[in-house]
């Protein structure tokens, strides 16, 4: 069955931004740049997962004109795959996007189902709170940057239960950061 | 001169309790607790925020057997010298626990110039935050659980402890527990 996966980078402390939003915590490592780090997300991936709010936003964004040639290509890899779009009231936006109205849990088990490579669930907030909610998401991938903000947005605030996970992979950077992957135990509860 | 370390028990959403304070999501598995044991060696010192220092001042002196905790643990805890940083706490009961009234850059300058092992910090958040901003820790060992709380307590909230930090080392246990090993780029 295809795996939903969350990808996401994370400071010691729990935050995933500053308290305005701010991302320059990010540690960048020399040897990764943005498109390195796209097509490492999209390499076991064929479809993507968007809120409404993030896909106005992001799901159809291309990349800057003085990019370099490896960002463009991981844009057009990004937008090469099947979007779903989960949002209440919009249903199309004449592009190849699949907007889900309703039923959500039912809708992506279905999904997961099919045939095919695994799902990145892209995010917003609210809608990875769903999923982790309902209990959908099967693998996430945390980068843990070397970092400590003090304050800002908390990766999660107010979910339902505690979710035991199974470490299955780590890895270390050059700069610091380390990637913890988890799947979600579902064998205990 | 002694160091002062920090460590933290942390879910994988990085909190450091539960909405209570609940700590019962920690996981321990042998290669977890040699672990901690080889790097409790190097300790005789605790520093201590005033909620921390209520919450294992209750629980040491008697731990409940049924926990578990290594007898060595349990000795360690009682036996090594305690700081409080409190300025409501007038006297403190815990067998060899003194009260400081505020922290100082000089008072932690002296503790640090002192002859003895290291100097390790537990949970307060509020003292590892302050701490942190004067420049005064030197290493942070954080111990990653397997776990999403999905709510519960940050260890910093609103506070100015911003630091970026070096990665020494780090280490997977069986039990899913992961030790993030850092050095305070001072």
Not at chain 1, 109 to 130: D, F, P, R
Not at chain 1, 160 to 174: A, F, N, V
């Amino acid at each position: 069955m295809r795996k939903v996966i969350l990808n996401l980078a994370i400071t010691l402390d729990g935050f995933i931004e500053g308290p305005n939003a701010e991302m320059d915590w990010l540690v960048k490592d020399e040897e990764i740049d943005f498109g390195d780090i796209l097509n490492e997300i999209l390499s076991d991936k064929d479809a993507i997962f968007y809120g409404r709010v993030s896909y106005d936003k992001w799901g159809n964004s291309l990349p800057d004109e003085n990019a370099s040639q490896k960002i463009k290509d991981a844009y057009k890899l990004m937008n090469s795959k099947q979007k779903y779009v989960f949002s209440k009231t919009k249903k199309d936006d004449n592009t190849n996007a699949i907007f889900i109205n309703s039923t959500i849990k039912e809708s992506v088990l279905e999904i997961k189902e099919q045939q095919g490579k695994n799902i990145w669930l892209y995010g917003g907030a609210k809608l990875v709170t769903t999923f982790l909610n309902l209990n959908l998401i099967d693998e996430y991938r945390i980068v843990v940057h070397p970092v400590i903000l003090g304050k800002g947005k908390l990766l999660f605030e107010n979910i339902e239960e505690r979710h035991k996970l199974i470490l299955i992979d780590t890895k270390s950077y050059k700069s610091g950061v380390t990637m913890l992957t988890y799947q979600t135990d579902r064998t205990t509860k | 001169m002694r160091k002062i370390k920090v460590v933290e028990w942390l879910s994988a959403d990085g909190f450091f309790s539960g909405v209570k304070g609940e700590t019962d999501w920690f996981i321990m598995d042998e290669g977890t607790a040699q672990y901690l044991s080889n790097l409790f060696n190097s300790f005789d010192t605790i520093l201590l925020g005033q909620v921390t220092y209520k919450m294992f001042s209750a629980y040491w002196p008697k731990p409940d057997p049924s926990d578990g905790n290594p007898q060595e643990l349990t000795d360690f805890m009682n036996n090594s010298r305690k700081i409080v940083f409190s300025k409501t706490l007038d006297k403190a009961d815990w067998r060899n626990t003194d009260v400081f009234k505020t922290i100082t850059l000089k008072e932690i300058k002296k503790l640090k110039k002192e002859s003895g092992k290291d100097i390790v910090i537990f949970g307060s958040g509020s003292i590892v935050s302050k701490l942190t901003k004067l420049k005064m820790i030197d290493d942070y060992h954080f111990l990653v659980n397997p776990v999403f709380l999905g709510k519960g307590k940050p260890i910093f909230k609103n506070t100015e402890a911003k630091a970026a930090l070096k990665l020494l080392d780090s280490k997977k246990f069986e039990c899913g527990n992961m030790i993030l090993h850092y050095k305070a780029d001072n």
